[in-house]
C-alpha cells in the first residue's frame, strides 16, 4: 500500500484524476471501478475538465460502479445512477451500454448480485478500481464484519453510515434507504489496481486504522493492505493521525 499525501483536497482529487487518465490514455478499453460520495465528486469534475481540455475519450471504456441503494428507482435525485449521470456519465462521451450498477430495484436481489459479478467477469475483470471510505471504514458498503472473501451481495447499512449519508437525503437517516447492493470486498480485491482517495480531518482516525492498522473485518478498508496495487492519495487534513 503506498499512501502518497497532497497538500489538499483540489490537488488530491486531481492528481487520481491523473491516474486515472493516464490508464485510460494506456488502454482506452479500460474496465473502470467507480465511486461515489462526496468526496469523489472533485475527481469527476477534474475528469471533466480533461474531457473537455485534453479530449480524454471514454468512448471505448466500460464502468462498474461499487454499489446501490435498494428500493429506490434509477431516477430517484438520490440513487447512485443518478449521481453518476449528473456527475460523470452525461458530461463526457461514455456509452450509456458500457456503465453498470446494481439495480436496487430488481425484483431478485440475490440473482442481480451473481449477474452483476458475472458481468464483471465477463468484461475482464476490473482494470482500476477508485474507492472512498465511509467514516466507519467501509469501502462500497462493506460495513463492518462484512467477509474480507465477500462478493457483491445485499447489505444492511450501520447507523453510522445512515448518518453520513443523511446530508444527501435532506438531513434525515431516516429517509436512507436501510440496504444496498455492494461489490463485496473480495470482488475489490480482485481489481488489479485500486487508488482510495480520502480527504478531509473527519477521516484522520478511520484512514490511520486502514493503513496502519490490522488488517479486520471491523475496518474492511484495511484489507486494501492486502492488495499487490494499491494506492491510497490523501491531502494534509486526512493524513493527520499517520
Ligand atoms: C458512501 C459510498 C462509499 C464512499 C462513502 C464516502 O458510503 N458507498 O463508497 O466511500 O460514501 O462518502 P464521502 O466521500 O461522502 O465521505
Redesign the pocket.
Known amino acids: 500500500m503506498e499512501v502518497i499525501i497532497a497538500p489538499d483536497r483540489h490537488k488530491a482529487a486531481l492528481l487520481v484524476a491523473r491516474i486515472v487518465a493516464k490508464e485510460l490514455r494506456a488502454d482506452p478499453r479500460l474496465v473502470l471501478g467507480l465511486?461515489?460520495?462526496?468526496?469523489?465528486e472533485r475527481v469527476y469534475a477534474c475528469l471533466v475538465d480533461l474531457h473537455r481540455g485534453e479530449g480524454l475519450d471514454f468512448s471505448v471504456c466500460s464502468t462498474f460502479n461499487?454499489?446501490e441503494y435498494i428500493g429506490i428507482p434509477a431516477d430517484h435525485p438520490c440513487s447512485y445512477r443518478r449521481y453518476m449521470d449528473e456527475h460523470l456519465f452525461a458530461q463526457v462521451n461514455v456509452a450509456p451500454g458500457r456503465t453498470h450498477l446494481p439495480d436496487g430495484m430488481a425484483p431478485d436481489l440475490g440473482a442481480e448480485c451473481r449477474r452483476y459479478e458475472s458481468l464483471i467477469q465477463a468484461a475482464g475483470g476490473i482494470g482500476l478500481q477508485l474507492?472512498?471510505?465511509?467514516s466507519d471504514g467501509?469501502?462500497?458498503?462493506n460495513e463492518p464484519l462484512s467477509a474480507l472473501r465477500s462478493r457483491t451481495r445485499e447489505k444492511a447499512l450501520t447507523p453510522s453510515?445512515l448518518e453520513?449519508?443523511a446530508p444527501m437525503f435532506g438531513g434525515d437517516p431516516a429517509a436512507v434507504p436501510r440496504r444496498a447492493i455492494t461489490m463485496g470486498v473480495g470482488t475489490i480485491l480482485d481489481s488489479r489496481r485500486c487508488l482510495m482517495l480520502v480527504t478531509g480531518e473527519s477521516k484522520a482516525a478511520i484512514l490511520a486504522k486502514a493503513v496502519e492498522g490490522p488488517i479486520t473485518s471491523m475496518v474492511t478498508a484495511s484489507a486494501l493492505q492486502l492488495h499487490p496495487r494499491c494506492q491510497v492519495v490523501v491531502d494534509e487534513e486526512a493524513a493527520a493521525h499517520l
Open positions: 465511486a461515489t460520495g462526496r468526496t469523489m461499487l454499489d474507492l472512498g471510505i465511509g467501509h469501502i462500497g458498503f453510515t453520513q449519508n
